[in-house]
């Protein structure tokens, strides 16, 4: 599945960061149940890698990525755990080439015209725009649009219900990533149906 292809197929992308493993498949069983399912899993946390693993197995109708993809060897690894895409923050040669042999799907994280510009003439046409409010927001996508058409984005950093909407609307954005459906009270609790209620919510946008 092309990049631009996963994120047509969702609203939003919830970006994690599993913390304790046990949490990985109760986690992912949510999201999908509200109807988020494409899943980007943060390697930001020891047990990244084994959630991802966890999530593939036991949870077939969840889309598991890799996010924070920075390295040649966070490629490899993501790839041996099982994930089917990989996000970035930004983006480097050796980045690019890694995925490129593995023949791992990228959302390459972009924010300025000279990244946009780059990435797009290595192929790349659907683009993370990070971090997306601090980058410009809504306003920054606009302007982008007119000098670089036929590149569409996923922004995110920065998104929650109250601005996804506006984001949304861009006729250059077919999902935003975010945080905010898995919050940490929620999953200190064990609250999994609270998760899935905003995972709900969240699908529903736009
Ligand atoms: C991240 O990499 O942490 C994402 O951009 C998520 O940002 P958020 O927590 O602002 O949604």
């Not at 047509?8 to 109760?26: F, N, Q, T």
């Not at 980007?40 to 598991?64: F, G, K, N």
Request: charged fraction near 15%.
């Amino acid at each position: 599945m092309t990049p631009k292809e996963l994120c047509s197929r969702v609203r939003v992308i919830p970006v994690l960061v599993v913390e304790e493993l046990a949490h990985a498949v109760p986690m992912a069983r949510a999201l999908a149940g509200g109807g988020l399912s494409v899943l980007e899993v943060t390697l930001r946390s020891a047990c990244a890698l084994d959630a991802i693993r966890a999530m593939r197995e036991v949870v077939p109708e969840a889309t598991v990525g890799a996010g924070t993809v920075l390295t040649p060897a966070d490629v490899q690894a993501c790839e041996a755990a099982g994930a089917q895409f990989a996000v970035s923050p930004g983006a480097t040669p050796a980045l690019l080439d890694a995925v490129e042999e593995a023949g791992l799907p990228l959302l390459p994280g972009a924010a300025t015209p000279t990244d946009i510009m780059a990435l797009a003439a290595r192929g790349y046409d659907t683009l993370k725009f990070f971090p997306a409010e601090a980058a410009g927001g809504v306003a920054m996508l606009k302007a982008l649009s007119g000098p670089l058409p036929g590149i569409a984005f996923c922004p995110t950093g920065g998104i929650s219900p109250a601005n996804a909407m506006d984001y949304l609307a861009l006729p250059n954005v077919l999902c935003v990533g975010g945080s905010w459906v898995v919050p940490k009270d929620a999953v200190a609790r064990g609250d999994w149906s609270r998760v899935a209620e905003l995972a709900h919510e969240a699908s529903l946008l736009g």
